[in-house]
């Protein structure tokens, strides 16, 4: 099975800020089958857009709470799973606020993306 993490990444400088992700997923994949984020710091922060083309893809508020994973977590299980995903070479676009509650700004947020040749619902 083809498999391909993508990285998105963006510095959050102050609290309850904004940041946009805008990005070309790989061309040579089908599939976005996952999403996670590593990071302590975004404790109460939403996702306020996202989309793949234009299209929705986790509704406005999601908290990332949802998204994150830690050390206690098998690798190969800190995805959140995505199903019918097309990606070749499509734009992804994420907002997401910060909700103020880091120990530390700046802080570097990052984004994994898992793409795919075969959608996961058919493994």
Known sequence: MAQKYQI?????????QIVKFHDYLDKDFKHLTGIAVVDFFTFQSTLEYSAIDGKELLPRGFELVFLQANNFVNPSDRFFGLEDVDAKGKKIELEFKDGGTSPIYPFTLKIYLRLENENRKSI
């Open 8 to 16: 998105l990444e963006t510095e959050v400088t102050e609290a309850g």
